[in-house]
Structure formats: C-alpha cells, structure tokens
C-alpha cells in the first residue's frame, strides 16, 4: 500500500476549468479502490463548491507566511481532501488562474510557489498531519517546484510529474526568482531556470522522478520542437522516465443507459432510441426536425488548440450537404462572433450555444449522430471519449490522444469491427471536410453505421486499467 499524495490546481466537483480537474476528481478515487491511500492537496479557493464538513487541521509557517490545512472529503467518495488555506492568495472572487474579469492573477507566481512549498512540507510530515508520503504526484506547471524543492531533501517520497498540457508553463522573471524567496541552489538550466526565466513546469520535468502525459502519442509529440515548446530537447533527454497514460472518464456520469440529463435513456441493444434525443437537440437548437439528416455536434474551449477556425473556414461549403452542426461552447470573443453570425446566415443548418453547460453538453452528446474535434494539438481529450460511449461517432484529428483512443473507419478496421470513427491528418479545413463528406456517406448505410456506433460503445474508457498503470509506475519508484 502506497501513501500517495495528489497535488492539483484543480478537482472536479469542488472546481473545474477543464480536464486536469476531471482527472484529479476521478483518478485519486479509482487509486483508494486499488487499495492506496491517497489524498488530495489543492488551494482553497473563495469559489470551492464544498459540500461535505470542513475542518481545520493545523497551520504551517512557511516563507514568513501562516497557512493553515483545512480537510474536507471529495463528494460521493471518501478521498480526503487537504486545503490549503491562505485568504491573501486564495480567498478572491475568480477562478484558479483568472480574476472575476478574466485577466491572469498577477501574482500567480507566489500563490503556486506557496501552494509548492505547503505540499513539501505535508509530503515531509512536516504539517503535523502525521502522514509521510511515498510518492507525490504532481500536475502541470501549478505544482512544478515540488520535484525541484524536493531534490533538496535528504529523505523524499519518490515524484511524478504529468503533464496535461505542455502549452502552460508557468513562466516568470528571474525578479520573480529572487522575490519568491527560492533556494539559490536550483537556479540553474539543470532545474527551474530557462534561457533567464523561472520555469515552474521546468521544476517538473527536469527533476521527477518520473514524467508522465496523458497519453502514449501525446507523450512522443512533446519530444519534438512542434510541440514541446522549446522543451522538447529535455523531455527527450528524459524519454526513458517518460511515458503516456491515458485518461478514463467517469462512466457512471457518462453512461447513456442511466444519464438523467438525456431525453431518452439507450443502449447498445437499444440504438434506436438514440433518435428521440436526435430530435430533442434539434428541437433545443431550433433545427428542422430531420431523422435522416446527420446531425454534427462540437462542444469545447473556443481557443486555437481546438482548431475552431478550421471549423469556421469549412461550414460555409459544409452547408452544401445534407447535415446539421450544434456546437456549445465558450472563449476567444472572435471566434464566438463568428460562429454566431454562421449561425444567424443559416438558421437552418448551424445552431450556435456560447456558454458553458454541462446540461446540454450531455443532451449533445446524445443526440448528435458524429462529433467534431479537429484539434491542433489534444495532450487526451475527453469529448471524443463520452462520444464513443454514446455512439456519436468522432471525427478527429490525428494528434495526441485522439490519435490513441478513435480508429478510423476504413476497409479493414470495418471489417474487423474496431472502427469507431473517423481521422484525418492535416491541421487544414480541407482535409476536414474531406473526412466530414467521408462520414456523411457511410452514414447513408445503416447497416455499416450501426456496427461503427457499437464497437465504439464497446470500448472501455473506465479509469480502472489507467489508474493501475499509475499504480505499477508508482511500485516501480
Ligand atoms: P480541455 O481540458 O483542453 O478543455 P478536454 O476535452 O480534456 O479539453 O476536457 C474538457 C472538458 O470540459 C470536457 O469534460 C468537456 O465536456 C467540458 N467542456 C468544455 N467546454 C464546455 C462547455 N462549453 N460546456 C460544457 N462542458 C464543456
């Protein structure tokens, strides 16, 4: 049994701005079930939705600073939950990196330095929490210095760093260096320095024991200069400590049998029923009413990662076809406008929903017939996941995680029945709407589209295998 410490910026349900959340709400749990003991060390925000008791456990001075340890447990489970409570750094209206206006805190570097330093001293037993870690395992940039402090402790759990997106570093001046106070001794290429700045995320990969991606592709992609961000040449140095996981979903919040949030619960065995939701989406969406016409769903950040401008650039020849296209979602203000006004141009064929809502995201991922996620890069990508279990073929791009988990529908993967969607290569509208004509054609067989939805449905995306992975690397330290 392992004593693991989970340190992340952010857990599904307490808060969320995107999948990181997703995996420390959901991996810490699947870890208690293979027997560990595991907790969670996260700040304690002003926008926690905290359900369960809170109670306060000790206070730690660290860098002239006195922080008390609050603990809570994750909803629906009994995972024990640290808080780090600072009010100066934590107790403000906003998210994890963003104040209530969206502009980046100004001091996020000395809030996730803190936040570094209180999970050196609970990995430490330093907290008076009696509790030693074996392995603290650290995530993104917000908790790159805990490797790189660790190294300078005689007796240290053993540390693993995953990276859910290289495309955040966590970069400073060197001022910031000397103002937060750090040892001197790790200001250098080998730790946090990079080409005269500090480098949070650096802390990670230069000094875990272990470096882990979110999935086997994604963890290839890094070690390359399109991807790695200048630390390509350091991940490859590393790439024997350096492997991809991927991530599992929450199958009972994701199971199409029993989500409350659909118009009609289905199955594998009940495929048909698919097509109430169908027309439950087109209805919300204020689309025609049209069974036979495929129905393409997108929900997703609106930022260049996600590739939303190849989807603006191809909708005005997509309209063309006979197809729909719903797409939910929140973020650049130009790619928001955009959309909108595709919408407006064809009320007919383009629904377009600006927001976030967990809601509808379900109700699209049931009713649509394929989803769309031309991604520029996708360390894992979940969408795509919940999609398959729904039988909403994806179409991806061949990058990352989406390139691990969808098999492209051709010749022989639909006649050995692991077909489950759609791929296509170049980064370019063309290539996507090549691949969007692709689908739209086999959908016109029934019969063929039907096996495509079941082998996708018949995959397992449990966090189960993923978290005995993380289990195996950890027995491996
Ligand atoms: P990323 O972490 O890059 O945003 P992921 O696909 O890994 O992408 O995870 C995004 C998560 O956020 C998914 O659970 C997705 O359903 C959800 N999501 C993103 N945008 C919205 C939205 N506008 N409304 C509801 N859920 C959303």
Redo the contacts with the bound molecule.
């Keep these: 049994m392992k004593k693991i410490l989970f340190i992340s910026s952010e857990v599904h349900p307490l808060i ?1 701005t ?3 959340a ?1 995996v420390a709400g959901s991996l810490p749990i699947a870890l208690a079930e293979l027997g560990q003991e595991v907790r969670i060390l996260m700040p304690k925000y002003q926008a926690l939705k905290l359900e369960q008791e809170v109670e306060y456990r000790c206070t730690l001075r660290v860098n002239n600073r006195d922080v008390n340890i609050l603990e809570t447990r994750l909803p629906g489970s009994g995972v024990i939950v640290w808080l780090v409570d600072c009010p100066e750094y934590f107790d403000t209206p906003g998210n994890p990196y963003t104040d209530e206006f969206g502009n980046a805190w100004e001091n996020s570097a000395a809030r996730f330095s803190l936040f570094c330093r209180i999970a050196v001293e609970v990995s430490q037993n330093r907290a008076h929490l009696d509790w030693k870690a074996d392995i603290a395992h650290c995530n993104d940039w917000q908790s790159g210095l805990v490797p790189a402090l660790l190294t300078l402790e005689p007796h240290r759990p053993s540390t693993v760093f995953t990276i ?2 290289m495309a955040y570093q966590g970069l400073f001046p060197e001022a910031t260096y000397i103002e937060l106070n750090l040892p001197g001794q790790l200001w250098n290429p080998g730790a946090l320095e990079f080409h005269d700045l500090l480098s949070f995320i650096k802390g990670g990969i230069a000094c875990a024991d272990h470096i882990t991606t979110v999935s086997p592709t994604y963890a290839l992609e890094i070690q390359t200069a399109d991807y790695g961000y200048g630390l390509e040449g350091l991940l490859h140095h590393r790439h024997h400590e350096l492997n991809g996981i991927i ?1 599992g979903i929450d199958v009972e919040v994701w199971n199409p049998e029993t989500d409350p949030r659909i118009a009609q619960n289905y199955g594998i065995d009940s495929l048909a029923k698919k097509a109430g939701n169908k027309a439950a989406l087109q209805q919300h969406f204020s689309l025609p009413e049209e069974p036979a016409t495929p129905l393409i769903g997108l ?3 609106l930022v260049d ?2 590739g939303i401008d190849l989807v603006i650039d191809c909708l005005d020849e997509l309209i063309n076809y006979p197809v729909q296209f719903v797409l ?3 973020g650049e203000k130009g790619f928001e406008h955009r959309l909108k006004n595709l919408s407006y141009l064809y009320p007919d064929k383009i629904s377009v929903s600006i ?4 809601d ?2 379900h109700m699209i991922e049931a009713g649509s017939d394929m989803f769309l996620m031309p991604s520029r890069f ?6 795509q996941l ?1 999609s398959q279990r729904y039988g909403t073929l994806p179409i991806v791009r061949k990058t990352g995680g989406l390139t691990d988990t969808v098999v492209d529908a051709m010749p022989d993967t639909i006649k050995d029945k692991t077909a489950s969607g759609f791929v296509f290569e170049e980064p370019t509208a063309g290539a996507m709407l090549e691949t969007i004509k692709r689908a739209i054609l086999l959908y016109t067989n029934k019969r063929s589209w039907q096996q495509i939805q079941k082998n996708a449905m018949r995959k397992d995306f449990s966090w189960q295998q993923s978290a005995q992975q993380y289990l195996n690397l950890y027995n491996s330290l």
């Design positions: 969320k995107g999948g990181l997703d859910h997106n991530n929900i997703g950040r990662q996600k939910l979602g929140s927001g976030y809502n967990e509808l995201a996708e360390p894992c990508g979940l969408n919940y």
